[in-house]
């Protein structure tokens, strides 16, 4: 990234979203969509960019999030962020071996 590209972020404490700290790490995006709203809505040229987001692998998991009282909901937390953040396109990638 370059050094003139101002960032922000946020750390969750552990290296990836575990099940036990799943109500933290929902607080943690919905306080980035909420700081990414902000900032387009102050600036023009940030909100028609558009916003590129890199996650865990953690997140190919389908039930990691998922609560004991809704044992059949598949990748929840990917369900929040593509709420929170309005997101209309999700690029999938994944690393092939030969």
Known sequence: MASDV???GWWYGHLEPTT???DVWRKLVSAMAQKVAERCDRDP???ASGLI???SSAFANPTLGTKKDDPKARYTLIA???QEF???YIPAFSHLRD
Request: charge should be neutral; aromatic fraction near 0%.
């Open 6 to 8: 101002p960032t922000l």
């Open 86 to 88: 309005n997101s209309t």
């Open 45 to 47: 040229t940030v909100a």
């Open 20 to 22: 036990k700290g799943v």
């Open 53 to 55: 987001m890199d996650t």
């Open 80 to 82: 929040q962020a593509v």
